[in-house]
């Protein structure tokens, strides 16, 4: 028996193509098994165009966290903050729902206990691979709405089009990660050499020396004043891209975060001509485009979990809220470790930091040429 839409509500305020078009929708996904409930939430929400793409990447759901604990023989204590650690929802206690993947990640999980790896530790790294995965699956979500959202589509054609694009795109996307993640576990292995100190102790060094830089748009708060939250995330999301396009090994991009980003090296002078010719990059965009300010320090800092703390990460981070737009500071000793004659220097003065004890020297540096 077919559902009567509109004595349903689910046609109201709908007239002509839309209306068609909606009706259309609403009996391809009754036909294919959804609900009437969830055909009321999902308009309710104004997210029905959205159903076709959720049912492509929806897994069978049919499993409590228990059960899921009982299969894997992992306790629900770990489970839940293995949940927790990769950024996604909570379900409510007793809910099924979690499918036979979730089953087989779990089990793999107890896999990697087995293999000799600490709890905590693979939390730190499930944290890591869990803000990555929002930041692509943010990416992709934003490539197919640029690429594929038409004006005058419907519902139907939206929700069709995002369902098809996702069933490409998952298993290249896929394939993708797993090539990036092994070309990266690669250069990775080759700066993290264990030596025979290491060997002997019985553990990876703690903290190492290393510079530090972050760079940030200048104003951004202010940007934000005048532009639409649409534009002003394309302004965010171009530092990352050109972060990207000017740096390169030994230097790696720790992260962006907001309208900065920062950059760690084991050498202070690959940092700096990275610092330099990002803030260039930045002002070869145009009037347009905010311009770019630098800090740059070096000392000891702990990695953990893909990020570094310590004193020099705090301290570029202050060193860069001094400098100049368009500008690259840096401390006395990250000047004291390059070669001078192929910079151009000016004494900013010394100037008194939160956190440190004494006035730091600070100088502003620019290429020789």
Known sequence: MSLDFEAEGLLDGLEGDERKARIDLLEQLSEDGVSLDELKKAAAA????MLPVERVLATDAKYTRDEVAEKSGLPVE???RQWQALGLPEPDAGEPYFSDEDVKAAKLLGDLRAAGLDDEGILEVTRVIGEGMARVADAGANL???SFLQAGDTERDVGLRYAAAAQQMAPILADQLRHVLGLHLREQVKRDVVDRASIAAGELPGSEEIAVAFADLVDFTKLGEHL???????????LGTMASEVIGPPVRLVKTIGDAAMLVSPEPEPLVVAALD??????EEGADFPPLRSGVAVGRALERGGDWYGHPVNLASRVTNIARPGSVLVTADVRDSLDRDGYRWSNAGRRRIKGVREQVPLWRVRPAD
Do not use: F, I, K, Q
């Open 78 to 80: 770990l489970l839940a």
């Open 144 to 146: 197919v709405g640029r």
């Open 278 to 283: 990002l803030v260039d990059a930045a002002d």
């Open 46 to 49: 104004d997210r029905l165009a």
């Open 228 to 238: 639409p939250p649409e534009e002003l995330g394309r302004v965010a999301g171009r």
